[in-house]
């Protein structure tokens, strides 16, 4: 779950996956079950080491998993970190992680796992029930613990951990996000040693203690995060000597040094560069369905959960008929079109169209469709009327003027806001752009009018409607919450935990389409279109790799690590003799889980991938 800054984000496939009702039982993936592909990739400059290279452009906010939102974190956390479950590669349904097995009790209200006996930290310790107990007992604890994924424990009632391999989690209520639960597990015997988990960022001792396919072994702030392969990791080591994410600021650099073979992979192209690289020597272009939504998010005037106000937003915006005059000036299909050039979908509902159990549009009557007139008709009712200047002057006298928040190192925030000021100024509102590096502090302040939001979604839609409900306001207005525009709507939160508890498949989906319908109506979060994975590697350095569906899928921001796990180097030769090692492409998850009916299917990620992604 991750918000993606301008790869807006936070997380998640297209297929809905079932969760497992009770007495469900999953068999083991074993290692060694995928195909796997053996060999040597074009050797690093320094040594022959065999080096996967990433350029990214969003900063980390976090290294601990108890405090990362950005997709960039989060990504990495998937790396170092098992989950519980994970999602398979194909089409998104649920397989095993740290846990092998898992069943509900007849009342739904009991649920226990198997750990499996062959995950081993990169220390030497085994990784056991008591680790993932410890992470959960934690974040239901210590608030500091909470800060990223807290609305995951909020109805745990208790967590124990009766033996190494069996993880018990009793619940207030049904939840049926209990085989989506995308919490990184931590080893207790490190962790359990920090203080304030706050304020820990897990970025000063190397290597970081982990179980995932990658070990942390280095990061340096805005220069590059690296890691090298876990031996024991239980799927398989991946076939890199070492993989790192190198920051570039300006993605006209990044593509570059892609062309030049300095980097492996590069995310977020724009049309121009996709099309300039589609014509490139031994690079491939990835143009798929994204995961992600890109929306204008109007501040509702930011306020703590105690009720405290804060920030600085605009009072014009609390008047609904504005917000729907804003986007009723919005050419959608003009922006797709034009910025996007046809790499993305015309945005409608809150859940892009790539998850289609949980996709909804608005009906012919309840669509903001664009309409300048009406958006002027619309100001005029409010009491915002044109004056001789054209301006628009509310009863107070003052010009209705208002700042738009983005992000400096997006190109399409940049020319989506040229639109909006050109637009908007036709109706007599002014717009100042204040496109920044870091978005994520005068997010949290609420000291914005408008903002250029995205999130990437998971496969579970639990996560990415839960920033939007009052328990995920901040405590205090210096607090840290998990909320991604600070909405906080009774209606939305009724249905939110309707949703929450229903493992009907049916049902849920009926509910999550009626919370997007609420959020539209709202007008708080107006979604303009939904962007295409566009992404670009080297196929003189990356011979294969999965993407996530296996049939027009992403690379970057995975739910999982397939991508960077199963990436085969370049010279790669032969085959796997059954070593357990990563596979080229992922051929399918075929271990198999066993799925008895009636638990629901799943979705969407979030993450405030930053308040950057807002990634």
Same mark, same amino acid.
């Given at each position: 779950m991750a918000r993606t800054v301008p790869s807006h984000p936070t997380v998640r496939p297209s297929r809905p996956r079932r969760l497992l009702a009770a007495g469900a039982a999953a =068999?083991?993936?074993?290692?060694?079950?995928?195909?796997?592909?053996?060999?040597?990739?074009?050797?690093?400059?320094k040594g022959g080491q065999k080096v996967l290279t990433v350029a990214v452009s969003q900063s980390v906010d976090s290294l601990s998993p108890f405090l990362a939102r950005r997709l960039v974190s989060t990504s990495v956390h998937r790396l170092m970190y098992e989950y519980l479950t994970n999602y398979d590669p194909k089409d998104g349904h649920t397989v095993p992680g740290l846990a092998t097995a898992w069943k509900a009790s007849p009342d739904k209200l009991t649920w226990t796992y198997t750990i499996r006996k062959d995950s081993t930290w990169s220390d030497g310790q085994r990784a056991t029930a008591d680790d993932a107990a410890w992470t959960f007992n934690t974040m239901m604890t210590d608030k500091g613990a909470a800060t990223a994924n807290g609305s995951f424990v909020t109805n745990f009632k208790k967590v124990t951990a009766p033996d190494p391999s069996t993880l018990v989690v009793e619940l207030k209520q049904p939840q049926a996000t209990m085989t989506a639960l995308d919490v990184p597990i931590v080893p207790r015997h490190v962790w359990e040693k920090v203080g304030d988990l706050s304020k820990f960022?897990?970025?000063?001792?190397?290597?970081?203690?982990?179980?995932?396919?990658?070990?942390?072994?280095? $990061?340096?702030?805005? +220069?590059?995060?690296? %890691?090298?392969?876990?031996? !024991? &990791?239980?799927?398989? *080591? /991946?076939? &890199?000597d070492e993989l790192v994410f190198r920051y570039y600021k300006d993605n006209d650099a990044a593509v570059a040094a892609l062309q030049k073979g300095e980097v492996s992979f590069v995310s977020n192209l724009t049309p121009a560069q996709a099309s300039s690289l589609s014509s490139t020597p031994h690079v491939k272009v990835n143009d798929a369905p994204g995961r992600r939504f890109f929306a204008l998010a109007t501040n509702p005037g930011a306020q703590a959960a105690d009720g405290t106000k804060f920030g600085d937003g605009n009072p014009a915006l609390l008047d609904p008929r504005v917000r729907r005059a804003l986007f009723a000036a919005v050419d959608r299909r003009t922006l797709v079109d034009k910025v996007f050039q046809g790499h993305a979908v015309e945005g409608e509902g809150y859940i892009p169209p790539r998850f289609a159990d949980y996709f909804w549009k608005p009906a012919a009557g309840q669509k903001v469709a664009y309409d300048p007139g009406r958006a002027a008709s619309l100001l005029d009712e409010a009491g915002y009327r *044109?004056? /001789?200047?054209?301006?628009?002057?509310?009863?107070?006298?003052?010009?209705?003027? =208002?700042?738009?928040?983005?992000?400096?190192?997006? /190109?399409?925030?940049? *020319?989506? !806001?040229? @639109? %909006?000021?050109?637009?908007?100024?036709? %109706?007599?509102?002014?717009?100042?752009?204040?496109?920044?590096?870091?978005? !994520?502090?005068?997010?949290?302040?609420?000291? &914005?009018? %408008?903002?250029?939001?995205? $999130? !990437?979604?998971?496969?579970?839609?639990? @996560?990415? =409607?839960?920033?939007?409900?009052?328990? *995920?306001l901040p405590a205090t207005p210096k607090a840290t919450g998990q909320t991604d525009d600070f909405i906080?709507?009774? +209606? &939305?939160?009724?249905? $939110?935990?309707?949703q929450s508890a229903e493992y009907d498949t049916a049902k849920r989906a009926d509910l999550v389409k009626q919370m997007e319908s609420r959020l539209y109506d709202t007008g708080y979060m107006n979604v303009m279109a939904y962007p295409n994975a566009v992404e670009a590697y080297r196929t003189d350095q990356i011979r294969s790799i999965t993407t996530m569906p296996e049939s027009a899928g992403n690379i970057y921001g995975q739910d999982g690590y397939w991508s960077w796990w199963s990436a085969v180097p370049a010279n790669a030769s032969g085959t796997s003799s059954g070593d357990g090692s990563s596979a080229g492409v992922v051929l399918g998850i075929v271990a198999g889980v066993i799925v008895l009916a009636g638990l629901g299917s799943f979705l969407v990620l979030r993450r405030r991938a930053g308040a950057d992604d807002r990634e």
């Open positions: =068999l083991a993936l074993a290692p060694g079950a995928l195909l796997p592909a053996q060999g040597a990739a074009a050797d690093d400059a960022n897990n970025d000063q001792q190397f290597p970081v203690v982990g179980n995932g396919p990658y070990v942390l072994t280095d $990061y340096k702030v805005d +220069q590059y995060i690296k %890691l090298k392969p876990n031996k !024991s &990791f239980w799927r398989g *080591a /991946p076939r &890199f *044109a004056g /001789p200047d054209g301006k628009r002057v509310g009863k107070d006298g003052k010009p209705l003027d =208002l700042r738009l928040l983005c992000h400096a190192i997006d /190109p399409n925030d940049k *020319a989506v !806001s040229k @639109y %909006l000021q050109e637009w908007w100024g036709k %109706l007599g509102i002014g717009l100042r752009v204040d496109c920044v590096d870091n978005v !994520s502090d005068p997010w949290a302040a609420g000291e &914005f009018d %408008l903002a250029l939001d995205g $999130y !990437s979604v998971n496969p579970d839609p639990d @996560y990415v =409607l839960s920033i939007h409900t009052c328990g *995920a906080c709507d009774k +209606q &939305f939160d009724e249905l $939110y935990a309707r």
